[in-house]
């Protein structure tokens, strides 16, 4: 979200928080806050203020990720490109030079917004508001005006600009719209609590979830049952426990949870997998049930007795509220997905990452899910007191029309949809 100053942009970010809670997530501008947190001069510490916004863009990095990966829209207050119009503006030339390398950290949004006025009105707006700190004169709001658009020419931007110098409601409307937010006094549709995402690597789980957070809201609760979802996945524990072993190694001391194999990690102490259903169970329990909102938990898990350890582990509070789908493909299958998605500048990513082919045999040749369901494609499992209803999807052959998806996930779910609100009444 970008416009000049005093457009209102703080103020309708924070309406738009208030009335849509469990759909969207609100950050504030970067810099504004850089600013205030370490008391920067904005105009007169110009070095300083780009060591600290340096610092400060990975951590908003991975706060847009962490809120895209719940399942958010993540909506920030201005951007980097806005900061680097005032730096050519007002000739920071050590700003310009740190920018390329910021570009390449900050997070690259799918859309900008922007809220525009007439520089005058920013003026007569920012007089009104009573705080001359952050005030900036009509002459260089011009100057910044016209670099902003070239840097958006130059990049090819997604760009909305929508007239915020008319009734706040008629924004407001338009604004909503552009951001596909649609308000809903109640759930419409009932929704699955906890869905367990559960198949061999490369299966199709992140793509399940990738799918759903492209679909409409209204859509994904009518046809497929989860309604505004956050997402607990053991992946990125099990990764951070392999970069810590690598800084373990680092310092000459042995490795604790893994090895290194084909350019990537294997599990070397097997109780980690216990551990990571503890982690999944505590994530999971820090979020409690909102009518109409899911919790999508997605891991993997091989052996003779995998998933039946696994599912044993998870607590009572949990095992009540849950159905679980499976992403059935065969182990070779598995494997060509495995190799295929792969990419090694982002090995650490949701859905770029590969597990070695020592560990896709050692851990994953086997796979007690067959066994565990009696072959069959839905029904119940007794996990200790609880009956919890599942359901298999056939994912293979391997589709990416996203219609195909729909038909095969509306199935599934349908099924497992009816299986769980029967156990419920």
């Given amino acids: 979200m970008e416009g000049l100053p005093a457009v209102g942009k703080s103020e309708v970010l924070a309406l738009l928080a208030r009335f849509y809670p469990r759909t969207i997530r609100v950050l504030p501008e970067l810099v504004k806050s850089v600013v205030e947190d370490e008391r920067i001069d904005l105009f007169r510490e110009r070095s300083r203020l780009t060591q600290a916004v340096a610092l400060a863009v990975p951590r908003r990095r991975a706060e847009v990720e962490a809120a895209v990966r719940a399942g958010f829209l993540c909506l920030e207050e201005s951007h980097l490109g806005v900061h680097y119009a005032y730096a050519t503006a007002l000739s920071d030339t050590g700003f310009l030079e740190t920018y390329p390398d910021l570009e390449r950290q900050a997070p690259h949004p799918d859309l900008y917004v922007r809220l525009d006025i007439p520089v005058s009105e920013s003026a007569a707006r920012q007089a009104a508001r009573g705080t001359p700190e952050y005030d900036v004169s009509e002459e260089l709001l011009a100057r910044v005006s016209t670099e902003l658009c070239r840097w ?52 199709g789980k992140s793509e399940f979830i990738d799918f759903m957070t492209r679909v409409s809201g209204t859509e994904r609760a009518r046809l497929f049952h989860i309604g505004s979802f956050s997402v607990v996945d053991d992946f990125p524990i099990l990764w951070q426990k392999f970069e810590e072993d690598d800084a373990w190694e680092r310092l000459g001391f ?30 999971a329990g820090a979020l409690p049930p909102v009518p109409g909102r899911s ?83 839905d029904g119940f499992l007794t996990v200790r007191d609880h009956r919890v209803p599942f359901a298999t999807l056939a994912n293979e052959p391997e589709a990416l029309d996203p219609e195909v998806l729909r038909t095969r996930y509306r199935g599934a779910l349908e099924t497992l949809f009816r299986l769980w609100g029967g156990r419920r009444s």
């Fill in 254 to 283: 042995a490795r604790l949870y893994s090895k290194r194999a084909d350019g990537n990690y294997a599990v070397s102490d097997d109780r980690i997998w216990c551990f990571l259903i503890d982690r999944l169970t505590a994530a």
């Fill in 295 to 377: 919790l999508l938990v997605e891991f993997s898990r091989g052996g003779p007795a995998g998933y039946q350890d696994a599912l044993g582990a998870l607590s009572d509070e949990i095992l009540s509220r849950t159905a679980i789908l499976y992403l059935s493909v065969s182990f070779a299958e598995s494997w060509r997905r495995n190799v295929a998605r792969y990419d090694e500048k982002r090995r650490s990513g949701i859905l770029t990452h590969s597990v070695p082919r020592e560990e896709m045999e050692r851990t994953y040749g086997t796979d007690d899910w067959p066994a565990l369901t009696h072959g069959s494609s």
């Fill in 152 to 203: 958006h020419a130059d990049r090819g931007s997604p760009l909305v600009v929508l007239d915020a110098d008319r009734p706040p409601g008629e924004m407001l409307k338009e604004l909503e719209e552009a951001l596909g937010l649609t308000y809903f006094r109640h759930q419409a549709d009932p929704a699955f609590d906890v869905l367990l995402l559960l198949g061999r690597p490369a299966s």
